[in-house]
Nanobody
Framework: VQLVESGGGLVQAGGSLRLSCVVSGFTFSNYMSWFRQAPGKEREFVAGVTWRGNTYYVDSVKGRFTISRDNAKNTVYLQMNSLKPEDTAVYYC?????WGQGTQVTVSS
């Protein structure tokens, strides 16, 4: 089972990043989600998407982040716009209770 995230990096406030998570080794699950964990804080839910494309977001990212999926490619995405320093965290992909290794997102002010 593998969930491999990519797309993180260092960006200035107001910038954008697109994260990807490629899934292998299990059926691309009905519900996929992104979480994040900032230093010294608990891991928190960021966004989720169902097989049919229904989406859910934590209030702090609504209007700035967009989660999507390509079921043919077993891939889930997180488009992050208007990034803020408080978005700095390690971002994790989750599906079927499996976790990826995480990708670091750092937003400078």
């Amino acid at each position: 089972v593998q969930l491999v995230e990519s797309g993180g990096g260092l960006v200035q406030a107001g910038g954008s990043l697109r994260l990807s998570c490629v899934v292998s080794g299990f059926t691309f699950s009905n519900y996929m989600s992104w979480f994040r964990q900032a230093p010294g804080k608990e891991r928190e839910f960021v966004a989720g998407v169902t097989w049919r494309g229904n989406t859910y977001y934590v209030d702090s990212v609504k209007g700035r982040f967009t989660i999507s999926r390509d079921n043919a490619k077993n891939t889930v995405y997180l488009q992050m716009n208007s990034l803020k320093p408080e978005d700095t965290a390690v971002y994790y992909c989750n599906g079927n209770n499996y976790w990826g290794q995480g990708t670091q997102v750092t937003v400078s002010s």
